[in-house]
């Protein structure tokens, strides 16, 4: 901490001291924004990692493609280490079709299994080859 | 390349602080490199969010250009007029510029080589741990940042000042609900959204990044720097003749507001949690604080003017931060009266001096002319600030127990503060000092406020008092420890610092008083570290929200629960349709509270879909699609007909009320 002023009644040779160490001190500062770039710099890109839906996660999703109760295709979105997904279509409990999709982690794909529009409740059953199961399903 | 465009901005903020500190004050105003960092970035902050507020009024589009130009514009304009008054100005124009000629200034308060290295080895220490916590709680899931973005990214996707208000379900009589026409709220501010939409307007950097937490963090280091800045003056004034090192004293606070209680709020634990206008308030008081000790020590009316432009930046940005300032200039103020009851004409021409002078009157003018003229606050427009006075209407809003008080404080900081309080008013000179109402009048006022705040006809929330505390009590705990081998020293004895208790005896003491707060500040620490794993969590409701932002028009309502989905108040950053879309399920306990009766609908249409209150709710206000935890809330959907589930995660299901 220093005085960058001249303070009354000092010498110049006073305020030269002073002016030099205020230049000192200024060295304090830079020190101070060094932390706090290096600490954004570590922050980005953990954080970064956080946000990346691959990145150390395991998780996928199953959901209508559209929200228009005339359509039954589907997306599977895969960021888990599992790679077949085997699903089946069924209406009011009765299987209508199957079928399996492979996809890597960070891939997703839309299936249109093509089955009659009829009443009732028609529900997508996907699981995954790593046991884990996800449905979805519609009432007409 | 994001985080370089970052930086850059984000560094200008100070950068064109420092411009305006030398526009306004000149190059030879007396502060030392850390207090002008300071000083710059918090006047870097006020002055971005003046012109913003005054482009914005005037119905500027806020676009990049208008951003930059509100960046640079008045800190180059002062610059200028600067250069020009240092070039033509009459010599006796200049002469009145300081009214601090006959002041001696203490001139101590400087670093020697060892210190300068402790220093810098406490504040990267304390960067540190704080990186270490945010990497882990980071992530942006916390609400209360949720919020603030949003109202960044309106600012952003509108170029203009955003409306506060929002649409809520009211009951509308014989058992009905509705959603109201958007209503003002009084919660949120402009300065505590200004800075960060003008980042990301400039640099392009999304809010879903850590960006905001970066930023967060910057704020809560030069508040700490601030401190630091604020204790070494402090000390200079109460140990004018330089019997203990002030820089020893800044160091002992350093150790306590730095690493000691690094996590703990109000420190990372409000970064991460995107406490944005406390953090902001801790970073004004104690420099408008630092400035007020100047201006009345040094008798520089320069500084208090300064500290009128930074009190002024505070109240555009945190009303309770501003609130808390209010009452503490109170006390500090009557504990200056207690001290100088004998001197009392002399302290009236010495304020009276200080105050009619043309810093601070010009500063009151701008804060005048900027209230009248271009914008009021939004607590203000509201009339919020008389819910905050009168009688206490919660029991959380009549006062902590002391136990609870210490625990917010910090229990060494608090136990050492104390100390220092007691031990402070049994030295005369230290007692007789002007200085010492500075610190005794923030302790203390905050004290009752947080343990007595019906004593003051409060009526805000204890526990956010308590916070508060942490700044003064490290002060007061610093000067514990700094002054600690002086309380044993004995005059007589050769060399002058050497202590009249045995050797053993006094390190054995001053080891115990070290160690216990070294075990206080690190097991609030261990306590305040986050759950991590929440990213994943956080991803996922990220990815349904996007989802369903592609598949919605704004016809379409839509609620989630707020009690077991991550980050939902994130959700409507994808939605951009209003601060209250999507609707949430609060907090159970909120549709309890007897003080504060709300809308039970948003509790029903999730808890009871197939209730006739539920299904009343649902023909009321029109919700056609519900985002709920599949843990806890599937069953209620999957055995009712009038529901179809459109999506499914792990942590996130969407369920669409069939037409």
Redesign the interface.
Known sequence: MNETDKPTGQSERAIVTLRRRASGDAVTVFAVIAFFVIASGVLFSQIDRGLDPNYGKNWWTLSFETRDPASDAFIVENHSSATRFTYTVSRDGTALKTGTVTLEKGKDATVSPEVPVDAGRTSVSVTANDGTKKEIYRER | M??LL??IVT?SIPLSGYFLFYGIFG???????????AFSFALGLGSLDFSIIAFGKAKVALTPPIILASLLVVPFAAVALRLIYDRYAPATWKKTASTS??V??P?H???SPTQ?SL??LL??LT??L??LF??DA???TATDLGHHMYWSKVIVDTGRLPDYSKREIVDVGNGHSALSAPEPISDFIIGEHLPFAAIAELSGVSF????P??FL??IN?VSI?SLF?LS?RLASFLFPEGSIS??SV?LAVLFFAGPLFAFASPEAKFVSGGVVGNLIGNLMIPLVLLALLRSFMEEDARFLGLSVLLALTLAYTHHLSTFVLAFVIVGIFLSLLVVSIRRLPALAVRIGTVFFSPYPLLAIGFAVAFFFLVAKPTYIETNAVTTAVGTAVKATRTGLSFLQTSESAGVARMALGLAALLVAASIRPIRRSQAFPFILGWGGILLVMALRPTWLFLNIPSDRIGTYLSFPFSILAGLFLAGFPFLFRDPKRKPANDVFLPGNIFLFAALVLFSFSTWNGSQENQSALPNPGK??D???V???SR?LAD??KPGDLFLKDHNYLAADSWMKLFFMRGYAYPLSRGYFKRYTDETNPREQCTLQMISVPNLPEGQACFKDVGVNLLAVNPTYDAAQFESS??????????TIQ?Y?R??
């Open positions: 994001i985080l970052f930086l560094l190059r030879s105003f007396p502060v030392s490199s850390l207090e002008r960092f000629e006959t001696v200034r001139e308060v400087r670093f300068r220093f810098l504040i990267g960067i540190f704080k990186t945010l990497v980071g992530v942006p879903f990044s850590a960006f937490v970066s963090l910057l280091i720097v800045a070494v002030p820089v800044g990213a994943q956080a991803v996922e990220f990815s349904a989802y598949r919605t007909h009038a529901f179809s589930r459109i999506y499914s995660g792990t969407i669409e069939n037409r």
